[in-house]
């Protein structure tokens, strides 16, 4: 494929095709500017480009990358100018389109047959045959074919383009993808669509992980259920049906059983319908929640271990506090009548702070 910055340009539309004529006598350019000076092919005319010599037909090549046609003489400043112009064209400047018509006086110097074997033309005439029917011929064909040519280029050209942009794009989604995945892996959430029609349910790369199967298995539902954990299987079958039945969003959490480990999972799903209002396929995902009901459980267990040991040191400060209390009411009692009034407060002070600590103990239990 020709790369995207060698194309040349296209000529403008309803523009005349560009015609060089490249041949060191005056004669030959006059003669070929009447014999084509009324075509018009497919619409539009031709601009005659005239150039003396190979050099000078460099240089109007440089400046006119979209010439058709080159009738090219084969001897000029040199015996061998034109077939080495043609090699500069073909080799030199990549241009595989512009169609070389050489035309020669003297054919001994350029045998038809040596030249057309050995170097890339598109037709050779003889100067006696620049009149009539039989230039107009060549030059017809010769711009049609660069005008296919061009087209062919062209479209290799969007092909080209087109198949990069397609490969930038599936570049893209390819790391989207990936992204994707890793983002499904850190969150320990995977996804899965489920066909109803053919129970085919097709896992990601996170969902295979989680249950324990192979990347790139396709499930059923059968299959999944046999990995619910059995005291489970019951209500997570009862919660699928008034999800198909009613609609909705599914949310479920239930464990499954992964070779002797037993796994948290919690499903969230939507539903695609037909027409007709009938269930086609659920799109869901799948959360690995096991740490966090590992966490949850730890937890509970945190929490009955405190409230077995509160219970216990209230329970051990209960006693003596009890004891204090009525010591205290005992020993006040013998006293009254040998206390002053404000030895007397001390002691109500004192039998009050123990029955607030005790009702404060009663409240922990």
Known sequence: LLQADALAPAPAAGSPWKVLVADDEADVHAVLRLALQEVVIEGRGLQLLDAFS???????????????????????????????????????????????VLITGQPGYAPQREVISQYEIDGYRLKSELHGNQIFSQVHTAIRTYRLMREQEQLQHDLQLKLRQLDEAVGALRE??????????????GSWNYELASDEMHLSAETCRIFGLPEGTVGSSRACLARVCVEDRAALEAAWQRF????????????????????????????????????????????????????????????AELEQFS??????????????????????????????????SYFGFAIDGAKRLDRMLVALL
């Open 311 to 344: 219970y216990a040191i209230s329970h051990d400060l209960r006693q003596p506090l009890r004891m204090i209390a009525s010591y205290l009411q005992l020993l006040g009692t013998s006293l009254a009548g040998e206390l002053n009034d404000e030895q007397s």
């Open 244 to 303: 198909l039945l009613l609609g909705g969003s599914f949310e479920h959490e239930h464990r499954i059983l992964v070779g002797s480990a037993v796994r948290h999972v919690r499903h969230r799903a939507d539903l695609s319908f037909s027409a007709d209002g009938k269930p086609l396929r659920s799109l869901g995902t799948t959360q690995d929640i096991t740490e966090r009901k590992q966490a949850e459980a730890e937890l509970r267990r945190s929490n």
């Open 176 to 189: 989207s993808q990936a992204n994707f995945i890793r983002a499904q892996s850190v969150a320990h959430v």
């Open 54 to 100: 190979a050099d000078q037909a460099k240089e109007i090549l440089a400046a006119s990358p979209d010439i058709a046609l080159i009738l090219l003489d084969v001897v000029m400043e040199s015996e061998r100018a034109g077939l080495d112009l043609v090699r500069h064209i073909r080799d030199e400047l990549a241009n595989r389109t512009v169609q070389i």
